[in-house]
């Protein structure tokens, strides 16, 4: 993560500049020894908690849960955060420059609070998300079982009148594709990376419209004998389909609630981020110019 990497290079430099401290002698770089030793101890051990919180972070998503690191933020790194906040701010640095820098830290302190709390926000308005969508997800993952059971369905059919199949072979391409594409855009639709709004938008004028005309078409081919089974397992297929778009409208009507907030959370938490990676260059570069001053 970037709050992780800003971490260590402001790490780095603090012992560069206690390395150059101890070459030269003198007050100055005596007193950025002690303040070295009083800072570099927090600095340790957020750097290890941040190591964890992007370990849960990236198996979250993997696993699509985010149970763990929604307690991570609560039981550790929040008190972690409000405990270097008071220590930060209990510390003396001696000198101009030294205080100078140190108000760099306790800007961060108090920005890396505030982005967890907004992480923390975002965490739970997903949790009640998923709360909300539990039915229709559910729902969802028993047709998209159905859909698949009819598109196998389809294959024995195929075989059994060929001939007939082939004229249906782009057909069943597409619906095929369709079919993958839908249960895409309603996993996106899910995760909170594409609205509700434009799911429906896109299933009402683009995919139902084909779906329709697609079933009219098969139904209005002369199939008799062994093709009136393919025909009917095609059509089968479509409505699986058209089953599962109807099924999502429930996930879209339980989403839209939350992607409001989610979304002003989301810019929050980014805004953040960019406004705490920014202190910390600050901080870093003040760090290296006292550093090139000591020597």
Request: charged share 30%; net charge neutral; with cysteine.
């Amino acid at each position: 993560m970037r709050i992780h990497a800003a971490l260590l290079a402001s790490l780095a430099i603090l012992f560069a500049v206690l390395a150059a401290a101890h070459c030269g002698g003198g007050e100055a770089k005596a007193a950025f020894e002690r303040y070295d030793l009083a800072v570099s101890p927090l600095l340790e051990e957020e750097d290890q908690a941040y190591r964890q919180f992007a370990e849960l972070t990236a198996d979250a998503v993997h696993f699509d849960s985010m149970d763990r690191v929604e307690a991570f933020i609560r039981d550790r790194l929040q008190p972690l955060n409000a405990k270097v906040a008071v220590k930060v701010g209990e510390i003396k640095p001696e000198g101009e420059d030294l205080t100078r820098i140190h108000g760099f830290l306790i800007r961060y302190a108090t920005l890396r609070g505030e982005y967890l709390s907004a992480f923390a926000d975002i965490l739970s308005i997903n949790r009640q998300s998923r709360a909300a969508t539990q039915p229709a997800r559910e729902r969802l993952g028993e047709l998209t079982k159905v859909a698949g059971e009819k598109v196998q369905a389809i294959q024995p059919a195929f075989v059994a009148a060929p001939e007939f199949g082939e004229g249906l072979r782009e057909t069943l391409t597409q619906l095929v594709a369709t079919a993958q594409r839908v249960q895409e855009k309603i996993a996106e639709m899910d995760r909170g990376t594409y609205l509700s709004s434009q799911y429906l938008k896109a299933v009402d004028t683009q995919v139902l419209p084909w779906l329709r005309k697609t079933k009219k078409d098969v139904q209005s081919l002369g199939a008799t004998g062994s093709a009136l089974d393919l025909q009917a397992a095609v059509i089968g297929y479509i409505a699986a389909i058209e089953d599962l778009i109807a099924a999502s409208r429930k996930l879209a009507e339980a989403r839209a609630p939350f992607e409001k907030s989610e979304a002003g959370s989301q810019r929050r938490v980014k805004s953040l981020q960019e406004e705490t990676d920014r202190t910390l260059q600050v901080f870093r570069e003040e760090a290296r110019s006292y550093r090139n001053r000591l020597r």
